[in-house]
């Protein structure tokens, strides 16, 4: 499975303030372990919101407006595209990100991705019988080792 | 824990217990009690982190559980002497030898410990079959009946597998190590090859199979990704990863609405995965940077970047993928590369150079049953206005393939055959 | 001038998944674009609700706030990474890409080089 997994910004980020030394160091080291196992598939970081734009259309009305943005807490700040074999595993390596701020909480948004063709394709029953093989599957871990 | 314990735990488990078992393996030096003392750590992972959350460090907390439960077998006697005295020595709080620790200190044991399990569990002393299911038991991290599910094989067949080849390796007395000097290059050949196996095997799957074997490429490719990092030097093995990643980068335009195959010159290819051709360019890149050209997976990653470069199946370069065929065919011939060559002959040099050599192989044992073969041959034949054999030959194609909608197909093209417009 | 752009379809005019009309012209248009060297890769998103979460850090613990399984918005949508030559052309494509897509939004970050 494939997996957008977005750091949401913040006041520092969105400031353009670079993080320390060790926080810098911190997250070099966690892509090394990500490249490591497997897992990195891309990854990038985002200027702020100021070098970008958004674009609406609704109906009729179409509005181009430029950054900076003020809803921090909807914009982000980076980005990586994993590839893990469950959401849970996503979550886990989440788990393991130091911290890509000095100061504030930091959210990350998981995404499953799918790729741009398979918009409307039929996925869901397929999904949910991956759901159920999974779990089938996790019940034999506990099988398998209980003595 | 907030989201399902056993999920989140089985995750924590797929990022963690190769290094475990491998870290385990140096110290008991026998792969199948490591393996048997990870799986108690798990067990006490799963009576436990439900409870207290996952810990900060799971991997420092498996081997600490580990090693518990391997120090409790001791007093119990249940193993062997002579394991017994080296590993009452290993857990020894802070002994070891001096030649180690000082090896530990520099580089990354743990990284050095992975490489050795890759190499031990693909040791030729075992048959093909008992090193993938080692590898991706040991390895991957996979369940016995995911195994199973993956190979068609029922799951005591992959139990029993498993158990005897870790007896194997016990018996042989297979040291847990990296080979180094002339044995390297064999051993890691052996390695990359149970690598693409499973990989191939994913490959072939068709929709509708069990979602573990499609899911065998994604493991594959975690397998040769990690190996990449492991020996960043071997040329070979980013060679197998640029190979697996194009191949990869196909699959969604593999297969048609009604489960059936689709040519790789008949593949929507706006379905292509454009971040993994990327990847496996790049890959290819390393590959050749580091002079390693001319192996046989990194080949057969240029024939696949060949057709990844192609905007649409009239740009290909059918020249250099003659070329590369060519020389594929110089270090590892068999009957399917010479096809894939004439293949490509035929597109570069006109259908008579592909049908002579396509012609060649019609003796060939091993392509007896291969409905690609008069598939081939067919389709050259009709492009030089022989269409009665052409005829004959989708016809011959017809009643070799297995898959009912290929077998439609190809009647469909025995009716069409003409000759060619000039 | 490379771009990360976020899609987020207008939730009362252009809710769910695309018709198969739909999903064609969007095929196209990421093929035209990847032909122009635009478009490098991207992806729609499942719903947060099965196939997602937010994860947020709290002093060196990481809490799941949303998703999976939880009560959350069906947000569709997708990203994609991009190639142009200035920012003009990003907004340029975004808006082609919205007449393709319908109704919603195009949130497009410059990617740090």
Redesign the interface.
């Known amino acids: 499975m ?1 997996f ?1 997994v977005m750091v949401r910004a913040t006041k520092d980020s969105e400031s353009g303030q670079m993080p320390s030394e060790k926080l810098l160091g911190d997250m070099v080291r966690f892509n090394e372990e990500l ?5 990195m ?2 990854g ?4 702020p ?1 100021s ?9 009729d009305t ?1 509005t ?1 407006v430029d950054g900076p943005f003020a809803e921090t807490k909807e ?2 700040a980076g ?1 990586w ?1 994993w ?13 393991r ?1 130091p ?1 890509p701020f000095e100061h504030g ?16 394709a039929e996925f869901t029953p ?2 949910r ?2 759901e159920e ?10 099988k ?4 | 824990m907030t989201t399902d314990a056993h999920r989140t735990i089985a995750a924590v488990w797929r990022i963690e217990s190769a290094k475990l078992i491998a870290s385990l393996a140096r110290l008991v030096r026998d792969v199948g009690i490591a393996e048997e003392l990870a799986q108690d750590a798990l067990v006490a992972a799963i009576e436990q982190w439900p409870r207290s959350g996952v810990p900060d460090n799971p991997g420092a907390w498996l081997m600490a559980a580990a090693k518990h439960r391997a120090i409790d077998r001791l007093r119990r006697d249940e193993l062997a002497e002579r394991k017994h005295s080296e590993l009452a020595r290993e857990l020894d709080a802070g002994h070891e030898s001096a030649t180690e620790a000082a090896a530990e200190a520099l580089g990354d044991p743990i990284g050095d410990d992975l490489l050795r399990l890759m190499f031990t569990a693909c040791h030729p002393v075992l048959s093909r079959e008992a090193r993938i299911a080692l590898t991706l038991r040991l390895l991957g991290g996979l369940t016995t009946d995911e195994i199973a599910r993956a190979f068609l094989v029922p799951e005591p067949t992959i139990a029993q597998r498993i158990v005897r080849a870790k007896r194997t390796l016990a018996d042989a007395e297979v040291p847990f190590e990296v080979p180094r000097g002339a044995a390297l290059a064999e051993r890691l050949a052996s390695v990359l090859e149970a690598i693409y196996l499973i990989f191939n095997e994913g490959y072939t799957a068709t929709a509708g199979e069990d979602w573990m074997r499609p899911q065998l490429c994604e493991e594959a490719l975690r397998l040769g990704r990690i190996l990449a990092g492991l020996m960043p030097a071997e040329p070979e093995v980013h060679g197998l990863v640029a190979l697996m990643e194009l191949q990869a980068s196909r699959a969604n335009a593999r297969l048609g609405p009604l489960g059936e195959p689709i040519l790789l010159l008949d593949q929507n290819r706006a379905r292509w995965d454009r971040l993994l051709i990327r990847r496996g360019l790049a890959a290819l890149e390393r590959a050749r940077a580091l002079g390693g050209a001319h192996g046989r997976y990194t080949l057969q990653a240029a024939i696949a970047a060949c057709h990844a470069r192609a905007a649409t199946a009239d740009d290909t370069d059918w020249a250099e993928i003659a070329a590369l065929y060519r020389e594929l065919a110089g270090i590892a011939p068999s009957p399917v590369v010479e096809l894939n060559r004439a293949v490509a002959v035929g597109m570069a040099f006109g259908p008579a150079a592909g049908l002579a050599l396509a012609d060649a192989l019609v003796a060939e044992p091993a392509l007896k049953s291969y409905h690609l073969l008069s598939t081939v041959r067919a389709d050259l034949l009709e492009k030089l206005g022989r269409i009665d054999e052409a005829r004959a030959e989708y016809e011959r194609a017809a009643a070799l393939t297995r898959n009912g909608r290929e077998r439609e197909l190809l009647l469909a093209r025995a009716a069409r055959a003409q000759t060619p417009a000039r | 001038m490379k771009y990360f752009s976020i899609y987020i379809p207008d939730q009362s005019t252009n809710p769910g998944r695309p018709s198969p009309e739909k999903e064609e012209r969007m095929n196209k248009f990421v093929a035209e674009a990847l032909a122009r060297g635009e478009f490098i890769s991207g992806g729609g998103f499942l719903s947060i609700k099965e196939h997602g979460a937010v994860v947020r850090r709290v002093n060196g613990n990481a809490i799941v706030i949303d998703g999976p399984y939880a009560e959350s918005k069906e947000l569709l949508g997708g990203f994609a990474m991009l190639e142009y030559a200035s920012r003009e052309a990003a907004i340029e494509g975004a808006k082609r890409f919205l007449d393709v897509a319908g109704d919603g939004e195009c949130v497009t970050y410059r990617i740090m080089e």
Not at chain 1, 83 to 95: D, Y
Not at chain 1, 105 to 120: K, L, N, P, S, T
Request: hydrophobic share 40%; aromatic share 6%; net charge negative.
């Open positions: 494939r957008c490249v490591k196992a497997g897992v598939l891309a990038e970081g985002l200027k919101s070098a970008g734009a958004r674009v609406k259309f609704s109906g179409r181009v914009l982000i980005f595209l590839q893990c074999k469950s959401l849970e595993e996503a979550i886990e390596w989440v788990r990100c911290r909480d930091c959210e990350i948004e998981i995404r499953q991705v799918f790729e741009a063709e398979d918009f409307g397929e999904l019988e991956q093989r999974q779990r089938a599957c996790l019940a034999d871990i506990g398998q080792t209980a003595h």
